[in-house]
Every structure is written in C-alpha cells, then in structure tokens.
C-alpha cells in the first residue's frame, strides 16, 4: 500500500464485489499469510476512493532481518577424513547448543501441552488471527536476539544449531508452494549468528509426517507416516533443495541436519532417503557438511549411517563413546554429537534439588571431557527454555511464568509432557493401565522403537501426550485469550534475553577451557 496510508507496502488488486475489495492469499496456520478484507463505506470501489478512506489494514509483520556479514575466515567448513576443517584445512571442532522452543516449538520448552500445531489452533481460536499473528510475531522476534548470540558468544561457543519445523515453510493444504517469512526467520538467526562469529547447522527437526513417533515432530500421532509415504518423503526433499538453493555459499552456514532422529522400523527406508536427499542437495550445493542422524531416535549406527552420535547417562558414557569412535575411525568420518544433556530439577523437585543439579552438571563435564579427548563436535540441548534444560530461561517472575503458573502446575500433575514431567505421580492410576493392556497383548514390549521405560512409555504417549493433552490445549490458550497487545507484548518479551536467569552452574561447566 501506498505511504501516505502508513501501511505495509504490498503488491495486490482490488477486483470489485459490491462494498468489498478483497485481498485473496491463503491462511496458514503458523501466521505466515493472511486473509485481508477492506471494506468499503459505500458502493464506491476503485482503489482512488479505497486510499481515501480511514480503513483498518493488517500490520506491517515485516521480519527483522539484519544485513549479512563478512564471509566467515574459515570459508565454507568440509569434511577432511574424521576432521572438519575450514578452507586453509585447520581442523574446527563445534562447539554450542540447539535453539530448540523457537522455530520448532516443543511442550515441555515453552510449557503448552501437546503439539505445536493444535497449540496454534487454540491460539488463534482464543484471540483471533490479527492478536495470533502478533503475539507469534514477537514470540519469535523476542526468543533470539543479537543479545543472545553476545552471550553465546561470549561463552566462546562457535555454533548453534537450528531446529525447524517444516510447517514455517509450506502449508499442508498448499504444499509445494513455500512461505518466504520461514526462510526469512531463518536467514534473521543465521546472520545474528554470524555478526558473533557463530557458525549454523539447520536442522529439520520436524518433517511432513513425521519421521519419528514423537511430540517434536508434531504430528499429533504416534505412527512415523514419513516412511510410509512418498509424498512425504518427496516433499523434505523439495525443502531441503529450496534451502540449499538459499544458503549455497554461505560461510557461516556450517552444514545441513536433513532429518533429526528418524525413527523407521525397516531400517531400509532410512538409508533409501538418504541417498536421495544427499543427492538432491548437493546437485545444487555440493559444498556443505551434511550432518546424518542415525537411526532410532539417532542412537542406532549399526548400520552404514554417515555421522553423529548420542550419550545420556554416566554410566554408558564411555561404552557409548567407543562404539562412536569405533565407527568414525571405520568409516574416516568426523562426528557431531547434535543433541544431548540432562534434565534439571528445580525448587519445587524436592528440597535436595541444587545437589541432584550438582550430580547432573558433573555429568555434563565428565562428558564434555570425553568429546574433548576425541576431538568431537558438540551441541548441547539446549539454549534456551522454561527451566528444564536451558543455558538460559524466563525469570519466575517474567509475565509469562506468572501468567502460566497454575497450568504449568497441573501439567506436571498430570504428567503431559515425556521430557521435564515425572510419572510416577500418575503411576497409581497407568499401572493397573499398563498391566491390563499387557494381559490383552503381551507383544506390546516390542513395539518399535522400543524405548527406556518400557511399554508404559507407549500408553504414556498415546493417553497423556495426545489425548490428555491435545483436550488442553484450549484451557492454555484461554490463559491468553483476554489479553491486550501490550500485554501480549509482555509475554513474549518474557523470552528477551535480558528478562532471562542465566543457569551458572551448566554455563561455567561447558564454556571451552
């Protein structure tokens, strides 16, 4: 629109229906399009008279994208037999952590219940799709800011991986035709990286499908439909070309993460993908790492899996280790190990909470010592969060964490979420459950992927994770549903760097030494 209106500028056409000029571009769920409708005082409909009017227009949501930097020293990062190295062949070693919660939002991360996808959908049901996008818009200006990649820097981290969820992109009603504000996110994240000197991987963390049985993968089921459909598969691939396309020769895009955590139970499927998607991406770039989980939640190497490895708890660390070197000494690769770290406890845990965190940090720096010895690459999960996990999270006192309390509450209750939530306070009530279901159909203690805690994690997902929790995402949603846009603004800004509590303890253990 024109300045003298004050309103974004955009490219569009008025076609006259009776008092209305319409704007006609498809919804999306994510807040990356939106309908507008103009109307008219009178029948006068010519984009003369539409100018004159004192019309309520959409906002400018222009995505706050600033200018790239100087390529990175290194040149554009590659695999030199179990080294990355940069162009004059030093070897680098990442260092740094997952920006999860943000373009792949997650339960437990930013404390809604369920999946991303129903969680929007309450969203924009409670305040309607201009105070959605609003809200969203912020959430995601606030979440990483240049002040965070300072702090991240100044740890001396090098890297930061980026996990996405694939609905930023395209719309599963309209696949194929792709949203330019998720490429845009993602280019605002890689070029306050790269002011700071921190490299990038991207990291499609959650793909059309599903290519793992997990909430992050928001599918709302717990079936990995990925490797069950081409169609799926077909289009990550037309994704990852898209993003090869946009990012081919750019320094500080350190590699590509094409899947996180695939789960297929052929163990065939997988590998087939593979082959394509590495073909596909580098026929356009042929120069970036690509980064390859295995299989089974990414802890499975038995097989000809390209690179990356996962360790949890002290006493597998070092068996785990082995088995990673073993491989990348076989297959004279390097390996990144993208995706690790404990849960912390927090006050209301227990009294002896700061001494359970004291165990778990030293287990971090026993693991860190490890990597270290071998010259492994690391991303620690995760940046930032509510409290769980993170570097950083929102102060208990933040408008978010006030505003949420009570249903943060009843989620650990209820035990929703898999990762932060402990069970055994539902234990009394899914035991006589889990028994019952076992009596019925005992091979339930095979189902793939078999997983730590048994079948009980099976019925845990399908009962809590889903439908508990998908049945409330609308009491979540009405925590917002009153809110002015400055209050909303408040909320997100919960997430800004500045109103976060810094976790000491993990910082001081993983800061390079």
Known sequence: MPDRLGFAKVSWSVSSMGNTARLAVLPNTFGTSTIWQVYLDGGRSTLDNLLDQKLTMARDRTIPVPPSSAPAPSGILRVSGDQIVGADGKPVILR??????????????????????????????????????????????????????????????????????YRHFEDDMNPGVYLDRGFQWLDRIINICAAEGIYTILDLHSAPG??????????????????????????????????????????????????????????????????????????????????????????????????????????????????????????????????????????????????????????????????????????????????????????????????????????????????????????????PIEHWMLEGAPNLVNRYPVMGAGVKRHIGRVLREMLLSEAMTEEYASYFASLSEEQLDKVAASFKFENCVQRKGLNDVIRPK
Request: net charge negative.
């Open 210 to 431: 599903g290519q793992n049985p997990g909430w992050h993968c928001d599918t709302g089921i717990q079936k990995s439909l990925f490797w069950e459909h081409i169609e799926f598969q077909n289009r990550a691939i037309a994704l990852w070309e898209a993003l090869a396309a946009r990012y081919k020769g750019n320094t500080w895009v350190a590699g590509y993460n094409p899947l996180n955590e695939p789960c297929d139970e052929e163990h065939t499927r997988m590998l087939a993908w593979y082959d394509r998607v590495e073909k596909a991406i580098h026929k356009i770039d042929p120069d970036h790492i690509l980064f390859w989980d295995g299989n089974t939640w990414a802890t499975d190497f038995s097989r000809n899996y390209k690179l990356r490895s996962t360790a949890a708890k002290l006493a597998k660390l070092v068996s785990t280790l082995e088995t990673k070197v073993e491989y990348q000494k076989k297959h004279n690769v390097p390996v990144w190990n993208g995706e690790w770290g404990p849960v912390y406890a927090s006050p209301d845990d227990g009294p002896d909470w700061e001494e359970v965190n004291k165990d778990r940090y030293h287990l971090v720096k026993d693991q860190l010592r490890l990597y270290e010895d071998a010259k492994i690459s690391w991303s620690i999960w995760l940046y930032k969060d509510i409290g769980f996990q993170g570097m950083v999270y929102p102060s208990p006192e933040s408008e978010y964490m006030k505003l949420l309390r009570p249903f943060l509450a009843k989620k650990k209750q209820y035990a929703l979420d898999a990762w932060g939530c402990d069970s055994k306070r539902v234990a009394d009530i899914f035991q």
């Open 96 to 165: 740094g952590a997952g920006l999860g919660g943000h373009l792949n939002m997650e339960n437990f991360i930013t404390g809604y219940p369920g999946h991303e996808h129903e969680m929007r959908c309450a969203m924009k049901a409670a305040l309607g799709e201009e105070k959605y996008d609003f809200f969203f818009d912020k959430f995601l200006e606030y979440f990483f800011t240049e002040a965070d990649a300072k702090f991240f820097a100044s740890l001396g981290f090098n890297c930061i991986r980026i996990p996405f969820n």
